[in-house]
């Protein structure tokens, strides 16, 4: 069994927001939120401490990659999970996330509208391609960073396919720093895929504003994001 206090000793300490409906978390890159066939920690080992009185504990209403940290929004009961479920099946969730990437969009700003499907018929497999046949993916980018060699991005999924963000980078020429699937990155001791899910707005109430929370930048994307700061850039794969 695992150590559930390997990766993640105080779930509380990463509460972004909280209602009676909905709960928020900055989920740390390297913890799957649901059990794989491998075993291991999952946010489901911690998902007891975020009842806060209520009989049963929260669940999640999307996914985050295992290494992708951010925000990740929890149902608090079965008709807050079912109102929440609409939401991002609708596409009327807006996430926003940020990435660092290996050179970088000609565009300012654009859309990458790329079918994706799985890379194999092995139900258990999660790669995915870029493929005309497959499920529409749609991804809106903003360029907010330039260097040397790489990009920082904001990328807003207009859909939610599996590993979109990373594929469509991929695909385009610029893939995330750190991805080992879909980029160059070592598969052990890089850097940690430089992707984090910085803010998710809900339109959960419907006379009032939307729910809206923000992930601050994780400790392994802060030296990437401080050199573009400085106009240096991130370092390269291999470099």
Known sequence: MSDPSKILPDIGARLLYRDALLLVIDKPAGLPVHPGPKGGETLTDHLDALRFGLP???????????????????????????????????????????????GGP??????????????????????????????????????LGRAP???????R????????????CAA??????GDPIYGDAPRAGGP???????????????KRPPVRAEAPVPEHMRAGLAAFSAGRGPPLPGG
């Open 56 to 102: 049963r504990r929260p669940e999640a209403v999307h996914r985050l990659d295992r290494d992708t940290s951010g925000c990740l929004a929890l149902g608090r009961h079965a008709k807050a999970l079912a109102r929440l479920n609409r939401l991002f099946a609708t596409s009327a969730a807006e996430k926003t996330y940020w990435a660092l990437v290996a």
């Open 106 to 143: 000609e565009a300012e700003a654009g859309r990458i509208d790329l079918p994706l499907a799985r890379r194999s018929d092995d139900p258990r497999s999660w790669w995915m391609k870029a493929d005309p046949e497959g499920e529409p993916a749609l991804t809106e980018f903003r360029v």
């Open 172 to 177: 385009m020429g610029f893939p995330i720093l």
């Open 149 to 155: 060699g790489a990009a920082w991005l904001e990328l």
């Open 157 to 168: 999924p207009v859909t939610g396919r599996t590993h979109q963000l990373r594929v469509h």
């Open 192 to 206: 940690g895929l430089q992707l984090h899910a910085r803010a998710l707005s809900l339109p959960l109430y419907p």
